[in-house]
């Protein structure tokens, strides 16, 4: 399994290359930029190599039982074939669970750095000032969204700010301020209005010079964080990004998809064990190439069922978690059914 990993990888780092050949070559980008964004992107596609990489490893491990006659002495002997599927199903679910720690935690991190290597070091577009930011959209706690002409991180200071506050998509306020300053660990907004959006239809407008707003406890540093895509965030950013976008009534149905997606995918190589142990006859009477070939076409299968599902759930055709754990349903009752088959 060790073998086909490494295999695996190195054929997934080849066709990346290849696909971003005209970036680096334009860029003239030097070997050890390229090394060093690969080994950042390596999290990820291990991850996505690893179910086609157990599945081989299953199947040369069973098919090779059955071509030294391993297989029938043990069930001529009395010992059942599930119970001789035992470790290498207990093998696959291990697999599975430290696969779900890579994908909740360290993929997302690998992806945020890698990320960042590809724009501002290969592609060389600036950074972002560290203390400034211009034309800022911010989604906040409590269901605000913050639009503002700047933030000077410096000086603690917003201009041209607008605060819209929802409720389950519903718009309850709205604050247009010409500057906000934290000081005393609040924020006092100067020369504005605050508008009250009532559920009769009215709107209730009140100006101010200076007035204070201690329900927004957001900081100044948290706007000067990076704005991070799905895939670059860890399970509980993701989780709490979800919770804000729901509170402002936007679109959550990616992120719910994308959540439930990080623990769906893992058990694929528990899934893969299961439906590999049918396929060792093929295996016996055809040779490793056979089997080779077996584990690519149940791994494209596999990540087309997981494409399919996924668009199916963005599209709100299926409910997010069905869509996300469509492929392992279909492969669980693939592999039952297989078992059900052989033992008959």
Known sequence: MVASTVAFLSVAVVVDMFERLDTFIDNHVAAGLIAKYYLAKMQFLFVLVLPVATLIGALFCLGGMARR???????SSGIS???ILVPLLVAGLVISLLATTFTVEIVPRGNEVSSDILDHEIKGRPRLDRDLRTDLNYLGMGGRYFLMRTFDG????????????????????????????????TWTFRDGYLRRFLPNGR???????????????????????????????????LIEHTKRSKLSGADITRLLVEKNRRFAFPFANFLVVLLGAPMTGAIRRSGHAVGFALALFVGFLYYVLLEIGGTLGINGTLPASVAAWLPNVVFLLAGLYGLYKTRK
């Open 81 to 83: 074939l599930y119970r």
């Open 154 to 185: 410096k000086k603690n200071t917003m201009k041209d700010v607008v605060v819209q506050e929802f409720a389950q998509g519903t718009l309850l306020q709205r604050i247009d301020a010409k500057t906000a300053l934290w000081e005393n660990g």
């Open 203 to 237: 709107v209730e407008a009140q100006p101010f010079e200076e007035r204070v707003f201690p329900d927004i406890k957001e900081k100044p540093h948290d706007f000067l964080r990076p704005i991070k895509e799905p895939v670059e965030m860890t399970l509980g950013e």
């Open 69 to 75: 006659s391993e297989l029938i002495a043990m069930t």
